[in-house]
């Protein structure tokens, strides 16, 4: 090209150089501190909208006023002065949706924690509606956890929420994953958010979860202990959010909140730094709306909007077992359900802790599969029973003989539910297992021999009923003959003989 042309060529270019003025609602910090900024200015800002502060750093609007909003700040708190210039991006916090974030690790604003890039086509709102009564349908499909004193005796359907409560260190977390690891065949996808836990803690399940391959089918969302409050409130709800996308194409969803006590807390922590007015136990009013509006978005969905369901497992940690404490209450008012893990239990070796008396599943039963319902009825009666008369023989040696066998029987079903960590069942293993109890086969076993030898019973059922064990896993039910098979097979069996 000449010179001339190439002047031409430019003056054309400039001529027909036309962008559009991109506006910027912009602010000033006034306050800074504890990482909550008070901004001046901003006209037209929306609640929950995601503010810039220049040098990367983020927050997000919770306090609107007349003249300014109130902001919490995600990180780099140190990087803010006053003076500082802040744009409104005119959106809300929005959380990455899709197949992309399977076996992924990511923070509560998006990002991923564990070094690879992501790359997602689709966000979503963290704060969403939940669905209405006719987006939902009735809670009657089952979601197994793989522990067998929980499908048993307190079922969980999808589509509900079960609440995990009991004192530190009783076991929370593992049945949380343990029902997570359960899902590889399930076609269940699974949400794990972790809220205010140690990184090291979190970095652990995580390798537990690639350990037992159910990484493949899970997501991660963490806000750990050393993150801003802002983070670890945005946390369940940026979990949420990965969930309903699954679960809008149709997919069964499992998600855990590993801990709401914890998250309840940092809400604490922020609404006090924000100034709001401290009620009961100096949680902020609106508290109770803070767990509620997050678990009614799980929901099993109707078939217009494809069927698909979120289960939730919330966490809470109570103090001494109090369970009338502020927070849990509020949470078990909400759910429909809880698994009551008690520290007696799990330190006198009965692990899973489970208090059958103070556990329950309000919409579970009906959702139960045919073959666990036929063998699981009287279970909570039996077990019940049997902690009733266990008191009071502890008082004299003189006991009749049918209050002895129902002593042994019992004390062979606690045996039973015990279980280890990390090793579900599956359907036809708990029929079995159940079977195995109700023949009273395996009464007077020694306490410490139940795992070695429900193991070896087990282990020849899979061989001598492996058509009926198939089968049962896939239908989910047991007709006359094959329970007549399992029972003939069980009573064949016996210990010595392995
Ligand atoms: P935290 O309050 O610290 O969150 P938690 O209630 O979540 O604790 P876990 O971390 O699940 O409890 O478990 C506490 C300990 O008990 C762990 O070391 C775990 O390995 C052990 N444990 C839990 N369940 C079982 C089990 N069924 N069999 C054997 N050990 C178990
Ligand atoms: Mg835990």
């Given amino acids: 090209m000449s010179e001339m042309n190439i002047s031409a060529f430019l003056k054309k270019k400039i001529e027909n150089f036309n962008v559009a003025p991109v506006e910027y609602r912009l602010g000033t910090v006034t306050r800074v501190g504890d990482g909550v900024v008070r901004v001046k200015g901003l006209p037209e800002r929306l609640y929950g909208e995601l503010l810039e502060f220049g040098g990367g750093v983020?927050?997000?609007a919770v306090d609107l006023e007349e003249d300014g909003v109130g902001a919490v700040l995600f990180d780099n708190a140190d990087k803010v002065s006053v003076g500082d210039p802040v744009r409104g991006t005119s959106t809300v916090t929005e959380a990455p949706v899709g197949e992309a974030l399977l076996g992924r690790v990511i923070d509560p604003i998006g990002r991923a924690l564990d070094g690879k890039p992501l790359s997602v086509e689709k966000y979503m709102p963290t704060e969403?509606?939940?669905?209405?009564i006719i987006e939902r349908s009735p809670v009657n499909r089952s979601l197994e956890t793989g522990i067998l004193a929980i499908d048993s005796m307190i079922p969980i359907g999808r589509g509900q929420r079960e609440l995990?409560?009991?004192?530190?260190?009783t076991g929370k977390t593992t049945i949380a994953i343990d029902s997570i690891i359960n899902q590889k065949n399930s076609g269940v996808l699974c949400v794990y958010c972790a809220i205010g836990q140690k990184a090291s803690n979190v970095a652990g399940i995580i390798d537990t979860l690639t350990k037992a391959g159910a990484m493949s089918y899970t997501v991660v969302v963490a806000a750990t202990a050393s993150q801003s409050p802002a983070m670890q409130y945005l946390a369940p709800y940026c979990a949420c959010t990965v969930a309903e996308g699954f679960a809008a194409t149709g997919k069964d969803v499992l998600i855990v909140y590993d801990d709401l006590s914890k998250h309840a807390v940092a809400y604490?922590?922020?609404s006090l730094l924000l100034h709001r007015p401290p009620g009961r136990e100096a949680f902020p009013g609106d508290v109770f709306y803070l767990h509620s509006r997050l678990l009614e978005r799980s929901a099993c969905l109707s078939e217009e909007?494809?069927?698909?369901s979120i289960t939730a497992m919330p966490i809470i940690e109570t103090m001494s077992g109090n369970l009338s404490a502020y927070i849990p209450t509020n949470v078990i008012s909400i759910t429909d359900g809880q698994i009551f893990l008690e520290s007696e239990l799990f330190h006198s070796g009965v692990?899973?802790?489970?208090?059958?008396?103070?556990?329950?599943?309000?919409?579970?039963?009906?959702?139960?599969?045919n073959a666990m319902k036929a063998v699981s009825g009287s279970l909570r009666i039996e077990l019940s029973q049997y902690r009733e008369m266990a008191v009071f023989a502890r008082f004299g040696s003189d006991i009749d003989s049918a209050t002895k066998s129902m002593l042994d029987k019992g004390e062979c079903l606690v045996n039973i539910f015990k279980q280890g960590k990390g090793c579900p069942y599956s359907l036809f293993d708990e029929v079995a297992l159940l079977l195995a109890y109700k023949s009273g086969k395996l009464v007077g076993t020694k306490q410490n021999q139940y795992a070695a030898v429900t193991e070896a019973l087990l282990s020849f059922l899979h061989e001598k009923c492996s058509a009926v064990m198939n089968e049962m896993n896939l239908s989910g039910d047991m007709t006359e003959k094959?329970?007549?098979?399992?029972?003939?097979?069980i009573a064949e069996w016996s210990y010595e003989n392995e």
């Fill in 128 to 132: 969403r509606p939940a669905p209405s």
């Fill in 268 to 270: 604490r922590t922020m």
């Fill in 58 to 60: 983020f927050g997000m």
């Fill in 351 to 369: 692990r899973p802790a489970v208090n059958t008396g103070l556990s329950v599943s309000r919409v579970g039963r009906s959702a139960q599969r």
């Fill in 305 to 308: 909007l494809g069927g698909g």
């Fill in 482 to 489: 094959q329970r007549e098979e399992i029972e003939k097979s």
């Fill in 164 to 169: 995990i409560i009991g004192d530190r260190q």
